[in-house]
């Protein structure tokens, strides 16, 4: 008997994504994900000052604010061959930096953890067992029988109440749970004190950016003028509270979440095993050393890598015809040249005319448009983006730092290299560049400073073109590594305006739905072959697309030209 498990909205923020898992039997024969509203930020930007581009695009997400205003101002940059200066760029390093440790931390706890953690188990729970536990993987200073005794109490007065608020939409009880009791509280403990720890480290954002969410941009640098005689540019005291924010985030990142990953993992070694998605990645590069057009001195190297070959690294040009194109065969749009058409995003078409059901809907028709994500490919391969791609592509170009991380932790949990590419290895790899990052983080700090008392402050490029002397037609591209994955906004900019702009994010690399050939994306690709223990309570499906840490605002968006909203869609 073949039955449809749909989990909808499958995200635990930022939504608009459903997964649809054919079942032979408790196996998922095939899967389907569909992003349910349109994005229209492309459509809003023609015709404008591409200057002002950033603050329109920064708006396609509510949480990865930050990247596309980055990838923004990059692709306006490449288009008029535009350099910044140093401190610039090092600014930008330690902003992008702060989002990513910030962003993992928080999806690691608070969007997937509870996939892993019971934690209405913790009630059970020993405090004096459980700080054993603790003192047993880290130092940690927080990690007390007192401590943990609180954090149970707290608890226990949320359960008892009937409120678990921040801890619903989750399987409490489900066998699928294999953590005792006591790690259960360890990492229930560690939930509440990351949403202390991230209000201090978000204001990283605030000091260069001015604001955050939403942090300020500039085409040709960065907006915070150095003066360290000034109250209202970036001077001592602020660089001495940046310098605090790094040591807390190299702490908490060293002393809790490296731990704790490892200790939940080892409870779960059997997805070490599961949930592999195309085996294709594709890292755009980042964190430059100098400028943006030198690719060999980024930290994250650019390239993409084939069939799980960690030996050969293929070169990636995003400027090339025939590289990233994105097709829609099963996408709820239309291209002038037909629906099997694949189009490069310098030439892409944000164009819709909806034939799709009307929600609420039963099922989806899969074999017709089901989704309002594209399916990106590079060289006509469905390619996963994000963490593992990083890492896998750190680890194949020989970065020791990375080596170490990822041979101790296969160590550790005493698992194969074929473990890297899995559920597992996903979330594991989000981790260990987490640390990469927060570790290099101090190095940018320290050549901001040096480069200061040289007595180089600039921050702007001042030889900012005035349109009129721009070429009548200009294109570039804008490339990042966001945290859930490679992140580019491509631009073609005419007589001074917008032409055309196309943004293809992470998730709708990960996410997108089949091609005209029927070849899946990521997440459709990893839940194939799973077996769930209880289709009611689909947890497997949870950890796996979870481990992508999808964000399905950056791939769908409509508004009016007011900014009113247009659609509600209510899910049963």
Request: hydrophobic share 40%.
């Amino acid at each position: 008997m073949n039955d449809r498990v749909v989990v909808d909205p499958i995200t635990r923020i930022e939504g608009h994504l459903r997964i649809e898992a054919q079942m032979d039997g408790n196996k998922i024969a095939e899967a389907y994900s569909s992003g349910t509203m349109v994005r229209g930020i492309e459509i809003i930007l023609r015709n404008r000052d591409p200057r002002d581009a950033w603050a329109f695009a920064q708006r396609i997400c509510g949480v990865c604010t930050l990247v596309h205003g980055i990838a923004s101002v990059r692709a306006v940059e490449d288009a008029l061959n535009y350099e910044i200066p140093k401190n610039a760029q090092l600014i930008r390093n330690l902003m992008i930096g702060a989002q990513y440790v910030h962003d993992h931390v928080m999806h690691f706890y608070h969007l997937h953890a509870l996939d892993w953690v019971d934690v209405v188990s913790a009630l059970s729970a020993d405090p004096a067992a459980t700080s054993t536990l603790a003192q047993s993987i880290s130092n940690y200073p927080k990690s007390s029988p007192g401590y943990f005794r609180d954090t149970q109490t707290r608890l226990k007065e949320f359960v008892e109440a009937g409120q678990l608020g921040i801890f619903a939409k989750a399987y409490w009880g489900h066998p699928a749970y294999k953590l005792p009791p006591e790690a259960n509280l360890m990492a229930v403990a560690h939930y509440l004190e990351a949403l202390a720890w991230q209000r201090d480290v978000s204001k990283l954002l605030t000091i260069f950016g001015g604001k955050n969410p939403h942090p300020n941009f500039l085409v040709g640098g960065v907006p915070c003028p150095i003066d360290l005689d000034s109250d209202s540019a970036i001077n001592s005291e602020r660089l001495s509270k940046v310098q605090s924010i790094i040591n807390q985030m190299r702490e908490f990142v060293d002393q809790v979440y490296v731990p704790d990953t490892l200790a939940i993992a080892s409870f779960y070694k059997d997805w070490g095993a599961q949930g592999e998605g195309t085996g294709n990645f594709l890292t755009y590069g980042d964190f430059p050393e100098s400028g943006i057009s030198d690719p060999s001195t980024f930290l994250f190297p650019r390239g993409a890598i084939l069939n799980r070959d960690l030996s050969t690294i293929h070169e990636v040009d995003l400027h090339a015809d025939d590289e990233v194109k994105e097709y829609i065969a099963h996408s709820w749009y239309n291209y002038a040249d037909g629906k099997d058409a694949g189009l490069h995003p310098y030439k892409g078409e944000t164009e819709f005319n909806y034939d799709g059901p009307e929600p609420p809907y039963e099922f989806l028709d899969v074999e017709k448009s089901y989704s309002w994500l594209k399916s990106p490919r590079w060289k006509g391969n469905a390619m996963e983006v994000g963490p593992l791609a990083r890492v896998l592509m750190l680890y194949a170009s020989g970065h020791e730092q990375t080596q170490e991380l990822v041979n101790y932790t296969l160590q550790t949990l005493d698992v194969p290299v074929e473990a890297l590419f899995s559920t597992l290895g996903r979330t594991a790899a989000r981790t260990l560049e987490t640390k990469v990052i927060a570790d290099t983080m101090q190095s940018w700090q320290d050549n901001l400073i040096a480069n200061i008392k040289s007595g180089d402050t600039r921050t702007f490029n001042e030889t900012l073109f005035e349109p009129s002397s721009w070429p009548a037609k200009a294109q570039g591209a804008g490339f990042m590594e966001a945290p859930r994955g490679g992140l580019a906004h491509w631009i073609v900019i005419e007589n001074g305006k917008i032409a055309n702009y196309q943004a293809v994010v992470p998730s709708t690399w990960n996410a997108g739905p089949r091609d005209a050939q029927g070849i899946s994306g990521p997440y459709e690709a990893a839940l194939k072959g799973h077996e769930l223990h209880d289709p009611q309570q689909p947890i497997e499906i949870l950890r796996t697309i979870h481990s992508f840490d999808p964000c399905i605002a950056c791939a769908v968006h409509v508004t009016d030209p007011d900014g009113e909203e247009l659609v509600k869609v209510k899910i049963r």
